[in-house]
Antibody, heavy 120, light 112 residues
Framework: QVLLVQSGAEVKKPGASVKVSCQASGYTFSSHGISWVRQAPGQGLEWMGWISAYNGKTNYAQKLQGRVTMTTDTSTSTAYMELRSLRSDDTAVYYC?????????????WGQGTMVTVSS | QSVLTQPPSVSGAPGQRVTISCTGSSSNIGAGYDVHWYQQLPGTAPKLLIYGNGHRPSGVPDRFSGSKSGTSASLAITGLQAEDEADYYCHSYDSSLSSLVVFGGGTKLTVL
């Protein structure tokens, strides 16, 4: 069974950083990319960026450039998303989704989501 | 303001047919990039419903279908059922610099 399992909920203060993990199982991790998508409370989906699990190449949404870093650890089939200088409007559920090339591919498998709350 | 425009809500009675539109521009749907659709039930992660404009993943009922024309795409649901009540999002690629991947704002489907 193909699964993406994410780390647990986080509560952070403004200005802090958060690192969310997404562990894959049931498929060859390096054969697919991982995108990160967030959803603020009551809002729609926002794409944050993509990383190739094959070579670590990344593409980030322009509005998050400089604050977000996506990495992978192929030894544990895990993708990570770190967001720095957190603000209250970063409060959201963060999802990882499996997808190959962001130009063409849909996200066919999703993690269960990680709630990140930014509050003083 | 989302790059892809969807109606905020649609509704239909059980057994009826509804459609959800997704309107883009020449830098995304109109440029020939594929459109994908997701269903999100309350409190859960999105689920892939349609990929590559009109293809259904294994396990998705054939009551769901997708199409694309010009700068727009549509999701059609026939034989509406109570369990179809959810939020639906379209997704495509955008060649502008701001965001490579764009979503519609989402459409809430209510089964009357």
């Amino acid at each position: 069974q193909v699964l993406l399992v994410q780390s647990g909920a986080e509560v952070k203060k403004p200005g802090a950083s958060v690192k969310v993990s997404c562990q894959a199982s049931g498929y060859t991790f390096s054969s697919h990319g991982i995108s990160w998508v967030r959803q603020a409370p009551g809002q729609g989906l926002e794409w944050m960026g993509w990383i190739s699990a094959y070579n670590g190449k990344t593409n980030y949404a322009q509005k998050l450039q400089g604050r977000v870093t996506m990495t992978t650890d192929t030894s544990t089939s895990t993708a990570y998303m770190e967001l720095r200088s957190l603000r209250s409007d970063d409060t959201a559920v963060y999802y990882c989704g499996r997808g190959g090339n962001p130009r063409n591919d849909a996200f066919d498998i999703w993690g269960q989501g990680t709630m990140v709350t930014v509050s003083s | 303001q989302s790059v892809l425009t969807q109606p905020p809500s649609v509704s239909g009675a059980p057994g009826q047919r509804v459609t959800i539109s997704c309107t883009g521009s020449s830098s995304n749907i109109g440029a020939g990039y594929d459109v994908h659709w997701y269903q999100q039930l309350p409190g859960t992660a999105p689920k892939l419903l349609i990929y590559g404009n009109g293809h259904r993943p294994s396990g998705v009922p054939d009551r769901f279908s997708g199409s694309k024309s010009g700068t727009s795409a549509s999701l059609a649901i026939t034989g509406l059922q109570a369990e179809d009540e959810a939020d639906y999002y379209c997704h495509s690629y955008d060649s502008s610099l701001s965001s490579l991947v764009v979503f519609g704002g989402g459409t809430k489907l209510t089964v009357l």
